[in-house]
């Protein structure tokens, strides 16, 4: 017998993620315009110099645009989705005691699950759609994403006064941006000079999206939160 393909294998950032507690937001199409245009190509993800933006507009307005670049614009357009949410949730945000309990038991349940699917009878299988044996794998991977998001929270401040909850949702938010850069071949490189010019895609990225979410800073502050980044997530390389 065939297995099917999996179906549910695809990045959690690159899913069409609308929070229940924030409509989704609406993001200029000169943003998107701007993502799509610093999109590393498949053969070409060398970081060089970004185009000062006056040229970053500068393209064929009626030529159709790869669904890997649409892709790469929509996994950071998510990210800003679930920081503008984030930011206007701190009041109502769990303590960092729950997060971890919540995280812990979901955990638990998720790798019992796992485990009873790997031992699903052939005799039942045959009549499922999908095999017990991907979806297994695939909660594999949602425990990978478990396990990242519980190094995350314990991270967090124990009480979370506005200030520190923000600086937080900064520094998780430019992981998150980063995962998807490095996801389609861009370079973490943590350089701003100049008033713009020959900065880094990484950290444009970072100034454009980080606009876009409600936490604007500057080129120079986006560089020094890409150094803390790859400090507090070793999967970010250079």
Same mark, same amino acid.
């Given at each position: ?170 520094? %998780? *938010? /430019?992981? $998150?941006? +980063?995962?998807?850069?490095? #996801?389609?071949?861009? =370079? ?30 500057? %080129? *120079? /502050?986006? $560089?020094? +939160?890409?150094?803390?980044? #790859?400090?507090?997530? =070793?999967?970010?390389?250079?």
């Amino acid at each position: 017998m065939t297995r099917p393909k999996a179906q549910f294998n695809r990045p959690a950032s690159e899913q069409n993620i609308v929070l229940a507690s924030q409509p989704a937001p609406q993001f200029s199409a000169q943003l998107v315009e701007r993502l799509h245009a610093l999109c590393p190509l498949d053969i070409d993800a060398i970081d060089g110099a970004v185009p000062p933006e006056d040229h970053l507009d500068e393209r064929d307005a009626d030529a159709e645009v790869p669904e890997r670049t649409l892709n790469f614009a929509q996994a950071l357009l998510t990210v800003a989705h679930w920081a503008r949410a984030a930011l206007n949730d701190w009041q109502r945000a769990l303590t960092k005691q729950d997060i971890l309990a919540e995280l812990d038991a979901l955990s638990a349940q998720t790798s019992g699950l796992r485990e009873r699917l790997a031992t699903v009878s052939r005799d039942v299988s045959v009549h499922l759609e999908n095999d017990p044996r991907d979806v297994a794998d695939a909660l594999g991977l949602f425990l990978r994403d478990l396990a990242r998001a519980r190094d995350s929270a314990s991270q967090m401040p124990g009480r979370l006064s506005a200030a520190r909850y923000r600086s937080w949702v900064a520094q %998780e *938010f /430019t992981i $998150r941006v +980063l995962r998807v850069c490095q #996801r389609y071949g861009m =370079p973490i490189t943590a350089t701003a000079r100049n008033m713009g010019k020959n900065s880094s895609k990484a950290v444009k990225v970072l100034e454009f999206v980080g606009g876009a979410a409600g936490l604007p800073r500057s %080129e *120079f /502050t986006w $560089r020094d +939160l890409i150094s803390a980044a #790859r400090a507090a997530a =070793p999967d970010l390389v250079e």
